[in-house]
């Protein structure tokens, strides 16, 4: 199997592929396993667990395939499930009428916000919706000079677009980051250390709770969640973090404290989204897949853990950026 | 009745090829299952009227091999004030075009009487029973057409169907469509209970009551 993919993607580090092939076979794994349940076990209703595998599969051959396949497609993957996430976020929010304009311009960010993390410039990138976008929309909103309720949807259209856009963007430049001497992964390893892992922590939460689960965290939120799902999953996603660990280029310490982040934060991205949907009086964000529901229903958690990941690993193992001359001089 | 062949294959590329897949990815309209429709003979769609985009989605919605004998009803003085027009609009939208304005004097052309010989030639159609898009969002009186028409073919089903987002994302006099998670209700294909048209209409207005219940935006009039 190994070999078969580095022949698919000859510019990635053996740790790269090895890691694909874990995630690869894992996922027949419970595929074998599910399929053996159906023929030994007719009578058991497994259709959503086989709704949501089959999912996965899809899932995970599109991210395979768009990350580790060509470099500018990447980025233009990322950037169409940033449109996706933000479409729905702001679909479910309700806004005005007159806030039409407003988010179509909201809209437009996107590529630039892209375009910034492709092109590596960390200074632009870092304030482009933060501080720009945060000045320029609430005055677009204010030239249609309907004042009912305006301060909800300039309020509402930023958050959205910091969630969905500017978090969610970080992913775009964990690409972007520069080679470090020793760490043959790059930033295309990071990616996949997170994604990964934010992943496995949503999995790992939900089965702790399901078999453990008796105290819950937070009722109101979110009914399933448990104090038991919440532990057990912060253990195992650290656990599974140090092991693949391989990927990135942190000390062993360093490793156990990230992925232990991953998971809190994780966690928190999952209820977040949770009270939002209960705010509204809606299951899901959207139907787009199936047994998972919407888009941000699977990835709620990854647009905490993202921009948390990114800066702790700025922090932790990179050297400052280089200015914008250099930047233009090598384009 | 007889398939035509050529309008079919057009009409499956153009909507099921061509509208769907650009509706469903870069406006974000989400389609239910419609596939119950091809176990119904005949039936009158019967939905609120926001947007351009109704039409478009609706008719994308369909079972392939239904569209050619869906007909939307649309008002002549708008997609057919020129012969060409009325062409393009026949063969590409698969109209039945009616004049708003006509009286019963009009005989064939009296826009009930072409309905109903588009229903007894076979075709379900497609109706916008509040006449024009009017505010986003917001569903106006609906005219009571619909249950004449009704009351005249007893036997014939009617499909209330809500649309919700789509006024937001195309409204009436918008020029760029905003993507939008629009999305469409199907409600069941219903029998009128009576054939007197004052009662069909309170049953579909009731119909209509509960799906905008059901789906409706519900505005927060918190206190501000």
Redesign the interface.
Known sequence: MRKILSNLFPEQSSEVILMISIILITLLAVSAILLAVKKAMPEKNITEIVNRTKSWWIMIGIFIAAIFINNTASYVFLAILS??AF??L???L??R?SD?SA??VA?LTIPVQYALAYFKWYGGYIIFIPVIMFLLLPPIMVIKQDTH?ITKSMALLHWSLMLSVFGLSHLAFLLSMPDLEGFSSGGRGLLLFLVFLTEINDIMQFIWGKTFGKHKILPNVSPNKTWEGFIGGVISTTVIGYFIGFLTPLSTSQVIFTSAMISVFGFAGDVVLSAIKRDK?IKDM???IPGHGGIFDRIDSLSFTAPAFFHLMYFLVYPPFQPFEEICKNL | MQKPLIKSICLNIIYKWLWRPVLKFFVGIQYPDCSFLRNEKQFVIIANHNSHLDTLSLQSALPGDILWRVRPVAAEDYFGNTKLKAKLSNFFINTLLINRKSKKEDGPNYSMNKMLKAIDDGYSLILFPEGSRGEPEQMSKMKSGIARLLAQRPGLKYVPVFMTGMGTSLPKGGMVPLPYNATLHFGKPTLPETDDSYAIMDQIEKDFANMVEQYGIKEDEDDD
């Open positions: 449109f996706f479409r729905e702001y679909s479910v309700h806004f009428q039409r988010l179509l809209l309720r009086g959207s139907d787009t």
